[in-house]
């Protein structure tokens, strides 16, 4: 029988998706639109900026953005402080608030401390995922794929952990699955529906799946789609692969063996062993 | 005339007006911005009564493009 599964809860969210994508980095709003729409996504993340009040004539991506369909997940990307993000949190849950979107009451937090790997800064994570989680907040929390800040952000109440497979943008797939994996264990022990999503780093598509058949509960990314040569047949791939990746997780995947083990019945089979293998 | 600041940029303004009036000369549907003055949220309901006085900082966002 197959082992069927209730679909993922993050905070109050249910996502008939286990993959959220970004709608960054694309040529255009339409091949965004697109790609979203071939991802099967049903969660998708936006960044708040200042409005381009004195140079505007550009589009607005909440036009291409289906608001019906679409949970929208905003962060906090590009903040470097605690303080900074809690502002970018607040602004971003206002203006998903008068749209009337579901996603005013979550965020992805991102605390950055270093502009050249993008890698978060876990102390002020820390600050910022607790001061929003007693604010309300569902907080999703990026960080790296550090077990012992994984703790630490689960325990200041975050929604979700979200450990980076690798640097944001690089596409250098799981750098560290072991670490991975250790956090998966860590934050799922005597809590197995905890739900723990592997954010950053996807290069392609195995890289979802194997994020899924570590056991990650969902996968968040943008560039691998976005700056594909192809973005709307690689977020389909991604679809793909995520199913692929969870189905495999659910069915067991079988031990690895050192020799070889003949999927062929070796009785009745008619054949001489020149060198004197034996049965 | 005073002088606020509007997304990091010194700006002269008639007088002190509402949030509301303020925005007025934004070619962008309200409901796609959030608005801060000196770094508090103001709730749409409130844009009517919220001044925006003598060297307030002003801060308009709205959503893009990210991951």
């Not at chain 1, 550009?58 to 679409?70: K, M, P, T, V």
Request: charged residues 20%; glycine residues 10%.
């Amino acid at each position: 029988m197959t082992q069927s599964e209730a679909p993922l809860v993050v905070g109050g969210h249910t996502l008939a998706s286990r993959l959220i994508v970004g709608t960054g980095r694309y040529d255009t709003m339409q091949q965004m639109r697109d790609s979203l729409d071939a991802s099967g996504a049903d969660c998708v993340t936006v960044a708040v900026r200042r409005e381009r009040l004195y140079e505007r004539g550009g589009q607005n991506i909440l036009d291409f953005i289906d608001l019906d369909r679409y949970t929208l997940l905003p962060n906090t990307a590009g903040c470097y402080t605690a303080a900074d993000a809690i502002r970018a949190a607040k602004l971003g849950r206002e203006i998903l608030r008068t749209l009337g979107n579901p996603g005013a009451d979550w965020v992805k937090l991102e605390v950055l401390g270093d502009s050249k790997t993008l890698l978060p800064d876990p102390t002020e994570t820390v600050t910022a995922c607790r001061a929003l989680a007693d604010d309300g907040f569902q907080v999703l929390c990026y960080t790296s794929d550090c077990p012992v800040t994984a703790q630490r952000l689960k325990a200041a109440g975050a929604a979700s952990v979200m450990p980076a497979g690798s640097p944001i943008g690089s596409g250098q797939g799981l750098l560290n699955p072991n670490n991975l994996q250790i956090i998966l264990e860590y934050l799922k022990n005597d809590d197995p529906d905890y739900p723990v999503i592997i954010d950053a780093g996807v290069g392609t598509a195995s890289d979802v799946a194997q994020a899924f058949e570590l056991g990650g509960d969902a996968v968040l990314l943008n560039t691998a789609i976005a700056h594909a040569r192809d973005p709307i047949q690689m977020a389909r791939a991604m679809k793909h692969a995520a199913i692929a990746g969870r189905d495999a997780y659910l069915a067991g995947r079988i031990p690895k063996r050192l020799y070889g083990t003949a999927s062929s019945p070796s009785e009745g089979v008619i054949s001489t062993r020149p060198y004197g293998s034996e049965a | 005339m005073i002088s606020i600041t509007v997304n990091g940029r010194d700006v002269n303004i008639e007088h002190p007006m509402s949030v509301r009036e303020l925005l007025e000369t934004v070619e962008v549907p309200p409901n796609y911005l959030a608005v801060e003055v000196n770094a508090e949220v103001v709730a749409r309901e409130a844009y009517g009564e919220q001044m925006v006085n003598e060297g307030d900082d002003v801060e308009v966002v709205t959503l893009v493009g990210g991951g």
